[in-house]
């Protein structure tokens, strides 16, 4: 189903108005546009009447070509209605004898312009004066935005793809910061071990440069006639006030 346009749309909105207080006709959906205007069958054509007093010179030629398009969009909705199994067009009665239709006041003269269009024409024939059952895909129809059914389920998914893609793009936004958390926590790991491997050896080194000088003070003190004790701040203490002493 193509996009109507808002003409179309308000033709299908009167539509449904109509369908509920009775079954609708092209004339009851069109009542309302056919002001001073009757559309008539005559010989082998359709004529549009115009009230002689209310369409004169310039404003008759606005009121045909605007009466025109009125009937060339509305029999070709009904068509488009129908070959979309929206609504059933089909004849109660036969065909009146006169034909006509509108809001003309019977007895006012009128100036008729003619339906040259012979599709048209054909059309008129065959929906002029024809019931118009609805169907329930129509009431759908404009309830869903004046949308088909296909494309309600399109937007659906469209919708859901789009929601379907935001929850990945977050979930990736989402792995990328665990991630990089992940990092950082590794980064401190590494940086602290690396501390403490740097701490040890610091101690270690400090332990043995004191006892290369707690070795260097033995010596010293057993130079000096000294004997060397077994706690090392003991001897460090004697030797160190025996270097001291020393001229």
């Not at 509920?20 to 009757?38: C, E, N, Y």
């Not at 024939?125 to 169907?135: M, N, R, Y």
């Not at 707690?214 to 090392?232: A, S």
Request: charge should be neutral; glycine fraction near 6%.
């Amino acid at each position: 189903m193509r996009t109507l346009n808002e003409f179309e749309r308000q033709l299908v909105q009167k539509l449904l108005q109509a369908n509920t207080v009775g079954i609708p006709s092209l004339p009851a959906i069109l009542d309302d546009r056919l002001r001073d205007v009757d559309i008539v069958r005559a010989q082998g054509h359709w004529e549009m009447h115009f009230d002689a007093q209310q369409f004169q010179a310039n404003a008759l030629v606005d009121g045909v070509r605007g009466i025109a398009r009125v009937l060339v969009g509305a029999v070709h909705l009904l068509r488009e209605l129908e070959a979309n199994g929206l609504v059933i067009l089909h004849d109660e009665a036969p065909f009146p004898n006169p034909a006509r239709f509108g809001g003309l006041v019977q007895g006012q003269a009128a100036i008729p312009a003619q339906v040259y269009d012979a599709r048209v024409n054909r059309l008129l024939d065959e929906t002029a004066f024809s019931s118009i059952l609805v169907q329930p895909g129509l009431i759908a129809y404009v309830r869903d935005g004046f949308r088909m059914p296909t494309e309600v389920r399109a937007d659906n998914d469209l919708r859901m793809n789009r929601r379907n893609l935001r929850m990945a793009a977050w979930a990736l936004v989402l792995s990328v910061v665990i991630g990089l958390w992940q990092v950082c926590l590794a980064y401190r790991e590494i940086h602290y071990g690396k501390l403490q491997v740097e701490q040890t050896q610091q101690v270690q080194l400090d332990s043995a440069q004191f006892n290369t000088v707690l070795h260097r003070l033995e010596t010293v003190c057993k130079n000096e006639g000294h004997h060397v004790v077994g706690d090392t701040s003991a001897t460090m203490k004697t030797c160190s006030s025996k270097i001291h002493s020393r001229p």
